[in-house]
Structure formats: C-alpha cells, structure tokens
C-alpha cells in the first residue's frame, strides 16, 4: 500500500534552517510528482510547493519562494523540503503528498521560535 512518512522536523529559532525529508513506497514512485503541504494551528492545509516526477520543474507558494527548495531522489524514492531563512509564521506540521492523490504522510512538525 501507498506509505509516505515524513521526517526532520523540529524546534529551531527565527533565521534558521531544516531539512524535511518524505520516504515514499507502495507506489511507482518517479511517475508522480509529490507536493508538500503545511498546516498550522486553527488554519487550513495549505500548499507549499510541487516538484515534477523529474525533479525539474519546481513550484512554490509566494509565501515560501526564495526561501524553500524541494528537491527529489528518484533512486531512493525520496522527496526533501530545504527550508531556509525560517520564519515564526512557518511555523506548522508539514506534510508531503502524492500530487492529485488522496495519499498523505502523518506530518512532521516544525516550530521557529527563539
């Protein structure tokens, strides 16, 4: 069965940075393009970014571009969020997606806080 399983999250302080990694199996895994998603408290799920089954067409949300990259290991079926400059309203639990699925990860929670 399709699994995704988030990880790498944590506490970390204003300006920081982390890396979310998503191991992905039970699927063909370098046909889909995945999809990384936040939600924080009282909020809705909201999109992150996507990375093309290639790896080569990244996209972003304006809250994250210039800042996140996501970038993808086709031979190990994993996805990775790089999350730089960090800010306190990036704070959420962050989850990866199989793109137009209803395949989602259990989330990893990040806080940026000092």
């Known amino acids: 069965q399709v699994q995704l399983v988030e990880s790498g999250g944590g506490l970390v302080q204003p300006g920081g940075s982390l890396r979310l990694s998503c191991a992905a199996s039970?699927?063909?895994?370098?046909?889909?393009?995945m999809t990384w998603w936040r939600q924080a408290p009282g909020m809705e799920r909201e999109w992150v970014g996507d990375?093309?089954?290639?790896?080569?067409?990244?996209d972003y949300s304006n809250d994250v571009k210039g800042r996140f990259a996501i970038s993808r290991d086709n031979a190990k079926n994993m996805v990775y969020l790089q999350m730089n400059n960090l800010k306190p309203e990036d704070t959420a639990m962050y989850y990866c997606?199989?793109?137009?699925?209803?395949?989602w990860g259990q989330g990893t929670q990040v806080t940026v806080s000092s």
């Open positions: 997606r199989r793109s137009n699925s209803n395949y």
């Open positions: 039970g699927f063909t895994f370098n046909i889909y393009p």
């Open positions: 990375i093309s089954s290639d790896g080569s067409m990244p």
